[in-house]
């Protein structure tokens, strides 16, 4: 792999920690800022929004701009963010930050793909995206916690700021390693829109909605549901993301390599072992240790989705694939938004902290059935071709007709 991946990987591990670092400092930030938790909380909804629209709204401004050089300008942004957040002198001042720091995080991942799968042969890309995202991956296992415990330590200011230098590495590291890839010929804003009119890059997207969406249903209340079903102290949560995070760093790198060689299969192991895992996670999350396991196995089995629909959408959208694989990050948070919405929704119907893991496996079992769908009308697409290929004038008229 080559060493440019590395500098993608450092910037991707600078987005992910700041982006769930806010979740265990919002206690201090709500203190300082003289404001309630449920306020706070807009510093996590206003980031996830900020990565939806600003997903196809960075990469629609950068389809002139060469993609090193608008990957440097996105972690630019991304630097100014977190500095704005760190020195923010009120609550809406720090808000605005969180926003432009999200700014930079769809497109950085969509034209990151794009680029580290341009970096290698073929049959690597894959596990060249997956390198990338190992960055966001190892964010939280290393990043969020170290992030958490300095800001409950020292401040949590200063985990902003070293976030922001975290995006200073990262920037030295593109400018430095990754190469100056010439700009497709012929490509503009109406080809990369017309990718989706392609029905297997919306299936793609809608996977990538239900299946982490999957993932982030039960993950969202991991708290409540770990203190109050399995019996956890409040300071085992911590750990408990940790291995969540492990099960990330392993599930990314597995999904990526078998992605190369089989992704359609890997999708309909992934997502029907997710959904089996989220369901059984109901009885599972009344005993620590079966607990723990399955945490674990969330994280592994819902990033293993991540790096093949990723290249299905790259795959889909050839010709044009950098506004669509940005969509798609966005797709991810979007999931992340829905499913922490229909969770919440159970819980407080008084179906208890578990329910959401039925909600989570419930959208697992949707991303599977459309990959079968997906896959399905790819084999009756090129069964089609074949025809019109091969055929007799009259066969291929049938198989137009059809």
């Known amino acids: 792999m080559p060493l440019a991946l590395l500098a993608l990987a450092i910037g991707a591990f600078g987005i992910g920690t700041t982006e769930f670092v806010i979740m265990g400092l919002l206690p201090q930030v709500a203190g300082d800022f003289g404001v309630s938790i449920p306020t706070a909380g807009l510093l996590v909804t206003g980031y996830a929004l900020g990565v939806v629209i600003g997903a196809p709204l960075m990469t629609v401004l950068g389809t002139k701009v060469p993609r090193k050089r608008m990957l440097m300008l996105l972690m630019g942004l991304f630097i100014l963010g977190n500095l704005l957040s760190a020195v923010a002198p009120s609550f809406s001042v720090m ?32 596990g060249a995206i997956a390198m990338m995202f190992t960055g966001l991956t190892v964010a939280n296992v290393v990043g969020v916690p170290l992030g958490t415990l300095v800001g409950q330590s ?26 100056d890839l010439p700009k497709p010929e012929g490509v503009r804003l109406r080809h990369e829109l017309a990718a989706f009119k392609n029905t297997q890059v919306l299936l793609a997207m809608a996977m990538t909605v239900l299946g982490f969406g999957g993932v982030f249903a039960a993950i969202t209340y991991i708290a409540p549901m770990m203190t109050h079903v399995a019996g956890f102290a409040d300071g085992s949560v911590t750990w408990l993301l940790v291995l969540f995070g492990l ?27 997710l959904a089996v895992v989220l369901a059984l996670f109901t009885v599972t999350a ?7 396991v399955t945490i674990a196995l969330i994280g592994a089995l819902g990033f293993a989705t991540v790096p093949p629909l990723q290249k299905r959408v790259l795959d889909q959208a050839h010709g044009a694939p950098t506004l669509a694989s940005a969509v798609n990050i966005g797709a991810f948070n979007l999931g992340n938004a829905l499913s922490a919405w229909l969770g919440g929704i159970v819980i407080a119907a008084g179906f208890g902290y ?18 079968i769908l997906s896959a399905a009308l790819e084999r009756r697409t090129s069964a089609r071709r074949a025809v019109v290929a091969a055929g007799t004038p009259s066969e291929q008229r049938t198989a137009v007709h059809h």
């Open 354 to 371: 578990t329910a959401p893991n039925w909600v989570g496996a419930v959208l697992a079992a949707a991303a599977l059935v459309l990959a």
């Open 95 to 126: 808000l605005i930050g969180r926003v432009v720091a999200s700014l930079a995080h769809g497109a950085f991942f969509g034209i990151g793909s794009v680029v580290a799968a341009e970096l290698v042969a073929p049959d690597k890309k894959a």
């Open 154 to 179: 020292v401040g949590w200011r200063v985990t902003f700021a070293i976030v922001a230098g975290l995006g200073v590495i990262g920037l030295a590291g593109i400018a430095k390693l990754v190469p």
């Open 247 to 273: 099960g990330m760093v392993g599930g990314n790198l597995v999904g990526g390599k078998f992605a190369d060689r089989a992704l359609m299969p890997m999708l309909y192991v992934s997502l029907g072992s």
């Open 286 to 292: 009344h005993n620590k240790i079966a607990a723990a």
